[in-house]
């Protein structure tokens, strides 16, 4: 049984270097990420508090909920928000031999670069310098090989992992809780990992008010990831 703890460890981020796992500054600043959409009625709850607040996330899509609700995905443009690449279909790292794995992102990667094309808005991960880059990935479950990682990177993406897991998606863990993860191991410069999925839904949809609320009123602002180094 792996037990993965709701603040990543600096030992393991210690361990993968090349993998993104906050950024490192003293600026009041945090990264909202939501995996696993777009998901109708809860991404679009979700854009709406997010607007609430006047804040910026990154939004990991899975490629095959993209094509089913194009319209939600271009919503997420329209906000202002980043785009990352969350496989095409959920698949686990671990369990998928590197050469599959590598064309699941693939085909994410064309579904969201054709819906980019598609718009009349430029998401901030789009790149007005030639071809249109989707550069962002987050391994679905946080589960990736070392050669997987390794090819990624060698193709020019940056794996963005996370600093607060909220574990929003467990049904064993109250909407008190969730929110405690965020609010007691938050701080400048943490990544955070919500889900804009059925299954988060009960644990994300209580949380996310009251952790832009309780951030803001300290003075923090909420930032997409498209101008890492």
């Not at 809780?177 to 994300?204: P, Q, W, Y």
């Amino acid at each position: 049984m792996v037990l993965v703890p709701v603040k990543t460890p600096k030992v393991v981020k210690s361990l993968f270097p090349n993998y993104v796992w906050n950024i490192d500054t003293s600026e009041k600043i945090i990264y909202l990420t939501f995996d696993d959409g777009p998901t109708p009625e809860i991404t679009e709850w979700t854009l709406d508090i997010l607007k609430r607040y006047n804040a910026k996330a990154t939004f990991f899509c899975i490629g095959a909920n993209v094509e089913k609700y194009p319209s939600i995905f271009q919503q997420v443009l329209n906000d202002g928000h980043a785009i990352g690449n969350h496989t095409q279909h959920h698949i686990k790292g671990w369990k998928t031999k590197a050469k599959e794995y590598l064309k699941n992102i693939e085909l994410c990667e064309a579904v969201l670069k054709s819906q980019i094309t598609n718009s009349d808005v430029k998401a901030p991960i789009t790149k007005a310098i030639g071809t249109l880059t989707v550069n962002l990935f987050r391994p679905p479950y946080g589960k990736i090989t070392s050669s997987q990682g390794k090819s990624l990177i060698e193709l020019g993406y940056k794996i963005i992992m996370w600093d607060v897991l909220p574990f929003d998606w467990k049904e064993n863990v109250s909407p008190d809780e969730c929110l405690n993860n965020v609010i007691s191991k938050t701080k400048e410069g943490s990544i955070i990992v919500f889900h804009d999925s059925v299954k988060a839904s009960r644990n994300m949809q209580y949380a996310l008010p009251k952790v832009l609320e309780c951030f803001s009123e300290k003075g923090y602002r909420f930032e997409v990831l498209d101008t890492i180094n």
